[in-house]
């Protein structure tokens, strides 16, 4: 044992994107999303925040806020699918429109 102690400090996701050049910025198009996860879904959301982006986090008393950002609304989409109603659009129109679509499909597979 040595009593050297390592300090390292981890640079944010927007600060990444910000070091990247405008060519790749340009090919990842980036859009900030907010999800409301009931408190009793968001241990799960937990295990995958950082992989879909997560800017930040908020427990309320009526759920936990998450913002991320994402290139995909597509996969984004497809994640949240398997919260149901425990979790909730709240910022991203096109995000909605997606999981509303999503969600019919899946009626009119299983009718």
Known sequence: MLDDVFHTKHISLQEYIDQQDQAWRREHQ????EIAFAHEA???AEWRKYYFGLLEKDSRKDAVYMKFLISDHEMMARWLLQF???ARVIESSSL???MRALASEL?????
């Not at 980036?30 to 999303?33: A, D, K, P, R, S």
């Not at 009626?107 to 009718?111: L, S």
Request: no cysteine; aromatic share 22%.
């Open 30 to 33: 980036f859009h900030e999303v």
């Open 42 to 44: 968001a241990k799960f």
């Open 84 to 86: 149901g109603n425990h």
């Open 96 to 98: 909605q429109e997606r």
């Open 107 to 111: 009626y009119q597979h299983y009718q």
